[in-house]
T-cell receptor, first 114, second 110 residues
Framework: DADVTQTPRNRITKTGKRIMLECSQT?????MYWYRQDPGLGLRLIYY???????NKGEISDGYSVSRQAQAKFSLSLESAIPNQTALYFC?????????????FGDGTRLSIL | SQQGEEDPQALSIQEGENATMNCSYK?????LQWYRQNSGRGLVHLIL?????REKHSGRLRVTLDTSKKSSSLLITASRAADTASYFC??????????FGTGTRLQVFP
């Protein structure tokens, strides 16, 4: 079984719909992250959480919200989806360390907004 | 904004050849990491080099870091078709946040 599991793997939806992407992990890590990947732009950080009560905005948080339901679960929501949010979304985890621990990624959710 | 920029954007080589990818970054770092991404999959951590290290090896991978030039290189020796993937550098400052570069797409032909 994968250490970091993202659901769904693929989603096609319409403009204006609310969408939730889910991430769960079995690594026991405190830190969890949501990234967006667009062609030619690499990964950009949307939100991150260093523990259950800690939520922080990343580089591109507008239009997104998150919920850390438990240490193992971190979900990303698009309240009202728009076409330019079409992208590949990744969840990642890391152990605490404070100076950049290696991150462990799920296999992503491919989201298309029509 | 991107911290790291990889060069070249794309690289095609034959099996058995060496592949070199470069990463430049903008600010001081605590460490620099390299990741691989196979098509349709998540990123996989390959190697981490700290700011006080100049070179590190892991199997067929060799990473160098030049903090005076704010650059790093990843060398894959004796490339295999299975090395075909995108490779990303990522830099860490004083937190556990990483800032990723734009990636190099490597194609290794059998």
């Amino acid at each position: 079984d994968a250490d970091v599991t993202q659901t769904p793997r693929n989603r096609i939806t319409k403009t204006g719909k609310r969408i939730m992407l889910e991430c769960s992990q079995t690594k026991g890590h405190d830190r969890m992250y949501w990234y967006r990947q667009d062609p030619g732009l690499g990964l950009r950080l949307i939100y991150y959480s260093f523990d259950v009560k800690d939520i922080n905005k990343g580089e591109i948080s507008d239009g997104y919200s998150v919920s850390r339901q438990a240490q193992a679960k971190f979900s990303l929501s698009l309240e009202s989806a728009i076409p330019n949010q079409t992208a590949l979304y990744f969840c990642a985890t890391s152990a605490p360390g404070g100076q950049g621990q290696p991150q462990h990624f799920g296999d992503g959710t491919r989201l298309s907004i029509l | 904004s991107q911290q790291g920029e990889e060069d070249p954007q794309a690289l095609s080589i034959q099996e058995g050849e060496n592949a070199t990818m470069n990463c430049s970054y903008k600010t001081s770092i605590n460490n620099l990491q390299w990741y691989r991404q196979n098509s349709g999959r998540g990123l996989v951590h390959l190697i981490l080099i700290r700011s006080n290290e100049r070179e590190k090896h892991s199997g067929r991978l060799r990473v160098t870091l030049d903090t005076s030039k704010k650059s790093s290189s990843l060398l894959i020796t004796a490339s295999r078709a299975a090395d075909t993937a995108s490779y990303f550098c990522a830099t860490a400052l004083n937190t556990d946040k990483l800032i990723f570069g734009t990636g190099t797409r490597l194609q290794v032909f059998p």
